[in-house]
């Protein structure tokens, strides 16, 4: 799969873990930074076909993204059957341009040279956390709160919780500057203390292995984490 930009290809991976667990696809995943003989940049995401369901759920996923999806071995690659082509599509002579990958499309041919590598886990690192939409809920001083996160996001989340403690809290309105000397009546902000488990989820049938989620239960925290 190719991408113009990185926003896409956040998008992509955002989309296929609604579907597909990641962790599956480590072994064989690789995100390399590219750049095609025009000149321009673009992020190239190969997976392994290891089956016709992935490959569809990959060419699907990654059209919804803003991307194209390929399909071939060695350094050339022809585009993947869509609508218009439910057998799939052929090159119709083979590329001699210089380059690492060759991508064979409708209306052209690319030809890419591959600049580095762009691992799974500092792609996640450079991404932020975001609050779902959603209504915000009151939460009773002696309730117990539960957070889950897939586990690949386990260390994103604690070191989120890291940094939401160590924040300085919200502006307060201010009455009255105390006098000289006086000792403040602010207290201290208090520690995060957290409990984490792993947790292995109920697996669809006997042949496919439970998805594998973080569950942590915050016990004292800022209020705006």
Do not use: W
């Not at 002579?93 to 890419?112: K, M, N, R, W």
């Not at 690192?125 to 996001?153: K, N």
Request: aromatic residues 8%; glycine residues 8%.
């Amino acid at each position: 799969m190719r991408f113009g930009a990185i926003d896409r290809l956040v998008s992509f991976f955002r989309l296929l873990s609604a579907e597909q667990s990641l962790d599956d696809l480590q072994p064989g995943l690789r995100i390399l930074q590219a750049r095609a003989s025009a000149g321009t940049r673009e992020a190239i995401v190969v997976l392994p076909a290891g089956s016709s369901h992935m490959g569809e759920t990959s060419a699907r996923v990654a059209r919804m993204a803003g991307g194209q999806t390929f399909t071939g071995n060695g350094k050339h690659f022809v585009q993947y059957r869509d609508a218009r082509a439910p057998l799939g599509y052929d090159a119709a002579a083979i590329s001699q341009e210089p380059g690492d990958v060759i991508f064979y499309g409708l209306e052209h041919t690319v030809s890419y040279t591959v600049e580095s590598e762009l691992p799974l886990q500092k792609l996640l690192l450079r991404l932020s956390l975001q609050r779902q939409h959603g209504r915000a809920r009151e939460i009773d001083a002696g309730a117990v709160l539960y957070l889950t996160a897939r586990r690949g996001l386990g260390p994103m989340l604690a070191e989120y919780f890291y940094r939401a403690q160590s924040a300085p809290p919200p502006a307060a309105p201010v009455a009255q500057a105390p006098a000289r000397g006086a000792a403040s009546s602010v207290p201290p902000p208090q520690p995060l203390r957290a409990s984490a488990a792993l947790c292995d989820g109920s697996p669809e049938s006997a042949f496919h292995a439970g998805t594998a989620f973080l569950a942590v239960s915050p016990r004292v925290g800022p209020a705006r984490a």
